[in-house]
């Protein structure tokens, strides 16, 4: 429709689903979210209700469209972005999965991703597609679901169930059932997808027990990939982006140059930096992935992805108690002078980059008799950018250069002291943007771009600009002293397993 102007971007994140409606300039009008809940049925397992995620997924969306004013017809296209990795497995037929969702957290595959490892798979399975052998990844959470669902196995080798990271599978259900498609950023993620060849690798498939009759297709992230269907809005309207929320969030915040860099503090924390046309492979335990997929295109990043950052700030408020809302956690920094020695090693999932190591649990050290909740919260908040400072010295070990600025966005960076004790830890300019929701701007550009609500790459880096700067400010030897702090904590959570990877 010629004169819809506006965008609808979905957000479906690990712990909440929002909805957006951004106008031309880039403006979010009208934002609905539901935090939804977490299943944990056994130890390092976390799954997700799928039906719930399709439930506020449309509630969010009708509920955003609502409060903006516009009638759907006004929009010219649907952006989806999500959380990576997590698993869907529906029946093609009646579209209800089979299990519930196994999130990117779970861990209850370690054990195979450490049998493949030690049958020295990991050398193919890094080159073709960038990432490793861990838990973290699709691949080897459909195999489990196969495996475990009664029939499941031969009812996906005759193609009767699909699979589906979040956003095929909400794209699914969108279009009623039409479009079993994803694009290179989710795909990419799986472990079953050559990320140079862009395709979906048969060996791989083979390899983690994974029938290709699965697998979505897949296209480009900015690309008119169905429209929904009667009765969901009052007009069909286009699904025309998809990208997985980190690259999303590169996407939003306009980090289209080789040597650009964005930190995203949400459930985990995700730095890419954009590598241009090259998938880069070093030796530095951080991941190559694709960051965006245009005309057939494909522009890569390296990443380093930590597991847990804002989870932990939830952990202090649903676990512990120490507070009621992740804001007073800002308070609670600035009230003392420092942590008091203590420090918070967050590896409740395992450690993701640059340690990979997915029995690694969570621990505190340097717990006093005088220490309160107020150093526990500073010592949580700490740990996220200690964890991104490792992530830095990990890309530059790696060959990158230590990037001049990072642009942060997400939930967390709300927090103004975290913003500066990360960039005074990384010894970088932090820059963050008016507008935290950069996840769900970069899934509206992707389908505004598809639509011709924006022109160009170019059009869209204009309307992205950063309010807020954190410029380091630090003394070297208080850095040095909190590095060795930090340090000395993490090599006493490391298990072996980890350490015997080198
Ligand atoms: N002011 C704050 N200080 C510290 N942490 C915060 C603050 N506001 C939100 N958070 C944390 O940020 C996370 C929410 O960020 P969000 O980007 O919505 O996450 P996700 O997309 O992963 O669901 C929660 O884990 C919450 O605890
Ligand atoms: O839910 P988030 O925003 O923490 O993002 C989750 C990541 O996509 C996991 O890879």
Aim: net charge negative.
């Amino acid at each position: 429709m010629a004169d819809a102007r506006y965008v609808l971007a979905v957000d479906q994140g690990t712990t909440s689903t929002r909805a957006i409606v951004f106008d031309a300039a880039g403006n979010g009008l009208a934002t609905a979210q539901r935090e939804f809940s977490q299943h944990y049925p056994e130890r390092g397992w976390v799954e997700h209700d799928p039906e719930v995620i399709w439930r506020d997924t449309l509630e969010t969306m009708r509920a955003a469209l609502a409060e903006s004013g516009l009638h759907a017809s006004a929009i010219a296209g649907i952006g989806i972005t999500n959380q990576r990795e997590t698993v869907v497995v529906w029946d093609r037929e009646t579209g209800v999965p089979v299990h519930r969702a196994i999130v990117w957290q779970d861990r209850r595959t370690a054990d195979v991703c450490a049998a493949l490892r030690d049958a020295g798979h990991e050398p193919e399975v890094r080159a073709k597609t960038g990432l490793l052998l861990d838990p973290y990844f699709s691949a080897t959470k459909v195999a489990w679901i196969l495996d475990h669902v009664e029939g499941a196995r031969e009812r996906a080798e005759a193609g009767a169930l699909a699979f589906g990271t979040i956003d095929s599978f909400l794209l699914w259900r969108l279009t009623g059932g039409r479009v079993h498609a994803t694009d290179p950023t989710n795909a990419g993620r799986t472990l079953l997808y050559d990320i140079r060849a862009d395709r979906w690798d048969t060996d791989l498939c083979k390899l983690f027990r994974v029938p290709m009759a699965m697998l979505p297709l897949v296209h480009d992230n900015s690309h008119v990939f169905g429209h929904t269907a009667p009765g969901l809005f009052d007009a069909a309207i286009p699904i025309a982006g998809i990208a997985g929320d980190q690259q999303a969030a590169l996407f939003g915040q306009a980090c289209f140059s080789a040597g650009m860099a964005k930190a995203t503090y949400g459930t985990g924390c995700f730095l890419l930096l954009n590598t241009g046309s090259e998938a880069e492979l070093s030796d530095d335990k951080l991941l190559a992935t694709p960051a965006y997929r245009l005309a057939g295109k494909t522009t890569y990043a390296l990443e380093g992805s930590i597991f847990v950052a804002g989870a932990a700030i939830k952990w202090l408020r649903d676990g512990l108690g120490v507070i009621a809302h992740a804001s007073e956690t800002s308070g609670l920094a600035t009230g003392v002078p420092d942590s008091h020695g203590v420090y918070m090693v967050p590896a409740f999932v395992g450690l993701g980059a640059p340690h990979w190591d997915p029995d690694a649990r969570a621990a505190i050290f340097g717990l006093t008799l005088d220490a309160t909740g107020a150093h526990l919260a500073r010592a949580a908040l700490e740990a996220v950018a200690y964890q991104t400072m490792d992530l830095v010295d990990a890309m530059i070990a790696g060959g990158a250069d230590r990037p001049a600025t990072i642009r942060i966005d997400g939930g967390m960076a709300a927090n103004d002291w975290l913003c500066q004790f990360i960039a005074d830890m990384l010894g970088v300019t932090v820059e963050r943007p008016a507008h935290l929701e950069t996840t769900a701007l970069g899934a509206a550009f992707l389908a505004g771009l598809a639509m011709g609500v924006w022109r160009d790459l170019d059009t869209l880096a204009g309307l992205v600009r950063a309010t807020d700067r954190f410029v380091p400010a630090m003394a070297d030897d208080r850095r040095a002293e909190l590095r060795r702090g930090w340090h000395a904590a993490i090599s006493r959570t490391l298990t072996t397993r980890d350490q015997s990877r080198g």
